[in-house]
């Protein structure tokens, strides 16, 4: 019998991902969720939000899910007491253990994928501890080359480079690294989107996508003839596009995925077309793992009024990917509150 249970990470403590696990928990799930996460933070947490909240030993092959108002859970401590709203440079370690838990037990078989909600990488740094996102560090614990893609209904977005300094991304363009991210993003539209023949938009680097090389030559020197070498195995890959113009109707209605060159050249657009409900999707990792599309809104925590679709919809496609199924739904209509 296939592992069902998914693991869930409530990410920084300060933050909203403890109200959003509450929140999930008053619904009963077709599979079982197990949070990642100090149990007394989960209580206080749903005890502020006026929310019931069981919480349930886990046991590995445990395939019943928990019924409405419960949660199975992993217990891992905090270093410190968390205060909602209040980020403590003590606590990124916590939130690296349960994504290590997580990622490990992935890896192990004991979950069939994980769903993350957001962390706080600045007070992680500022805890001494170098990390740049959920993607790297997973990638550090599973291997792999990782490809981080937004996807709401109607776009995918998936991005050459992450997390840089925009006055470092032109250097990080590579023809063996931009490469390997075709080669998951298209490996993975295939086998765990179930796209046959997957079609990809790619964005050129510059405006006008280098304007025949006047405004840049990344397009003519790397990303063209990296493109016609992968074509020829087969791939349908576009031109480089100028980002300004692929994102419209024209494009877009025959794509199945689209690759921006840099963080900020594709997620806005996405953002736009479908915050809260759009999932953020790791490929290119042995393990499955979805996430939301927001950050931590340290504003919000312990108000009750973060709004919990994108977790909603990143544990749909948690479950879809781990059974066979990566397409993403539609949306549904769902509260803000």
């Not at 962390?119 to 792999?144: R, W, Y």
């Not at 250097?171 to 490469?179: C, F, N, V």
Request: hydrophobic share 45%; with cysteine.
């Amino acid at each position: 019998m296939s592992v069902q249970a998914i693991a869930l990470t409530p990410g920084e403590p300060a933050g909203i991902g403890p109200d959003l696990v509450a929140r999930i928990a008053q619904q009963q799930w077709a599979r079982p969720l197990v949070a990642i996460a100090d149990p007394e933070l989960l209580q206080a947490r749903a005890g502020q939000l006026g929310l019931p909240l069981t919480l349930l030993p886990f046991e590995p092959g445990n395939d019943a899910p928990a019924p409405a108002g419960a949660l199975y859970h992993y217990p891992v401590p905090l270093r410190q007491p968390a205060q909602a709203g209040q980020l403590d440079p003590a606590n990124a370690a916590y939130v690296l253990d349960t994504l290590r838990h997580a990622a490990q037990g992935c890896l192990d078989g004991r979950y069939a994928g994980m769903v993350t909600a957001p962390v706080h990488k600045g007070i992680i740094n500022d805890a001494g501890i170098p990390f740049s996102g959920h993607t790297e560090f997973l990638a550090g614990i599973s291997g792999g080359h990782p490809v981080m893609m937004l996807a709401c209904p109607g776009l995918r977005v998936a991005l050459a480079t992450t997390h840089l300094p925009l006055c470092e991304v032109a250097d990080a363009i590579t023809p063996g690294g931009l490469e390997r991210v075709i080669q998951a993003l298209h490996r993975d539209l295939v086998q765990r989107f179930r796209i046959a023949q997957p079609r990809i938009l790619v964005c050129g680097l510059n405006p006008h996508a280098g304007e025949g090389g006047h405004l840049g030559r990344e397009e003519i020197e790397i990303i063209e003839p990296t493109l016609a070498r992968l074509r020829s195995e087969g791939m349908h890959l576009s031109q480089p596009l100028p980002a300004d113009t692929l994102f419209t109707p024209r494009y877009l209605e025959e794509a199945d995925a689209v690759l921006a060159m840099y963080h900020d050249q594709g997620l806005p657009v996405l953002k736009h077309m479908g915050f809260g409900n759009a999932v953020n999707i790791t490929l290119g990792l042995p393990i499955v793992r979805t996430s939301v599309d927001h950050g931590t809104a340290l504003d919000l925590a312990g108000s009750g009024r973060a709004g919990h679709g994108s977790l909603l919809a990143a544990i749909e496609q948690a479950f879809a990917m781990t059974a066979g199924d990566a397409r993403l739904r539609p949306p549904r209509p769902r509260s803000s509150a």
